[in-house]
């Protein structure tokens, strides 16, 4: 079946240093959709980026993601971490359009220090 | 805009007892979900409905049912609740198609 592999659980960096968290994903589909979505403390979880077209960098809030189908990834980045990223984030997938069933990864909790 | 209410916010059981949480929402979407959130598993689902009276099931369908009466409502029933189930359980809805999820705020499950 399908499958989505965040490998860090927990990541700890310094404000301003970059982000990147790791998502990974398997299919047997060609026209995945890739989600990457945010969930902060006391809040519901809700969407940063989602993207199918394979090689086009995507980008919100500050973020930003590449669907890159022939390695199977969609990692997350940005620049410059600031304290208010401290969240915990999720890749997600939809296998194919018309499956309405999305895929979650583990999650990736993202702490940023001072 | 719209919303999604989940209740109740806390849900407190004893161990082998029939539970039921409810989820409406207002956007007029198709798709409603259930999911289980544990620490370190990440969003797991029990159940999906792609409209009203539809029910597919999950990965983690086992020990769950789940009812889709009218399209704003999904209800999900703990069978008979387990310790090793304290969780909380998301509620989510989306339109049909590449479309995002809304999520509700959660129903925080204790088993005594």
């Known amino acids: 079946g399908d499958s989505v592999t965040q490998k860090e659980g927990l990541v700890t960096l310094t404000e301003g240093l970059p982000v990147m968290l790791n998502c990974t994903y398997q299919t047997i589909y060609s026209n995945a959709f890739l989600f990457w979505y945010v969930h902060y403390l006391n809040e519901s979880p809700r969407l940063l980026l989602k993207s199918s077209t394979d090689n086009k960098r995507t980008e919100h809030q500050g973020f930003h993601a590449t669907l890159h189908k022939s390695s199977s990834s969609f990692h997350l980045q940005k620049s410059s971490a600031q304290l208010s990223d401290s969240a915990l984030y999720y890749c997600?997938?939809?296998?194919?359009?018309?499956?309405?069933?999305?895929?979650f990864g583990a999650g990736t909790k993202l702490t940023i220090k001072p | 805009g719209g919303i999604i209410t989940q209740t109740p916010k806390f849900l407190i059981g004893q161990e082998g007892q029939k539970l039921t949480l409810k989820c409406q929402q207002n956007f007029n979407h198709d798709t409603m979900y259930w999911y289980r959130q544990d620490s370190g598993k990440g969003l797991r689902l029990i159940y999906y409905?792609?409209?009203?009276?539809?029910?597919q099931k999950g990965d983690l369908s086992e020990g769950y049912d789940a009812s889709r009466e009218k399209k704003s409502s999904f209800s999900l029933t703990v069978t008979s609740a387990q310790k090793n189930e304290m969780a909380v359980f998301l509620c989510?809805?989306?339109?049909?198609?590449?479309?995002?999820?809304?999520f509700g705020p959660g129903t925080r499950l204790t088993v005594l």
């Open positions: 997600a997938l939809r296998a194919n359009y018309g499956n309405e069933k999305i895929t």
């Open positions: 989510a809805s989306s339109s049909r198609g590449l479309a995002e999820q809304f």
């Open positions: 409905s792609i409209t009203e009276n539809d029910l």
